[in-house]
């Protein structure tokens, strides 16, 4: 059977597993070709064959989203690979009950959560904005409604660390 290239472009992160996976699978049978993006070698692969397996139109790339400079590697090769992006999914995600420290000196969460996805979005914008009908969605959390407020001066929650709001500062 050869590969059906679908004229449609989907791009979804943190897609190795859960909701990422199945939003990839559902916009493959939806018609996109699908790039699965993750950080597992296994998982994000299994997800890509499992999209072709089921006669769609899919590619992986991996990634650790806690690296900018990975970030960035994504939104290039995805540049130089594809003329369209008609949906972007913000979804790779993560949250620790320790503080942890990204690749590039941000906690982690945040970086990986927030800073990433918005990242990704600014390098990808330009495709964005070419492709008629291009929609960005980004992956939140009903936990945004739990820290009491946002400290400005501790973004990076060097002074007071608890996981749980953390991750839920991250999905604001």
């Known amino acids: 059977m050869s590969e059906r290239r679908p004229d449609r472009v989907a791009l979804v992160t943190g897609a190795s597993s859960g909701i990422g996976a199945e939003t ?3 916009l493959a049978r939806a ?3 699908v ?5 597992n070698s296994v998982r994000t692969r299994k997800v890509a ?22 970030v960035r590697e994504v939104a290039k090769a995805f540049e130089s690979r594809h003329p369209w992006l008609h949906v972007l999914v913000n979804n790779a ?13 941000h906690e982690e969460t945040f970086a990986v959560n927030h800073l990433a996805p918005f990242l990704l979005t600014r390098l990808l914008e330009g495709k964005l904005i070419s492709t008629p009908g291009a929609r960005v969605v980004t992956v939140s959390s009903r936990l945004h409604i739990k820290p009491p407020s946002f400290d400005f ?9 608890e996981g749980i709001y ?5 999905k604001l």
């Open 24 to 26: 990839a699978r559902g």
């Open 31 to 33: 018609g996109y070709h």
């Open 35 to 39: 790039v699965v993006v993750g950080r």
């Open 49 to 70: 064959e499992s999209i072709r397996t089921a006669g769609y139109s899919a590619e992986h790339v991996l990634a650790d989203f806690s690296s900018l400079e990975q």
């Open 93 to 105: 995600g993560l949250w620790h009950p320790d503080r942890r420290l990204s690749q590039d000196g």
């Open 153 to 161: 001066a501790d973004v990076m929650s060097e002074q007071k660390y």
């Open 166 to 170: 953390v991750y839920s500062k991250s």
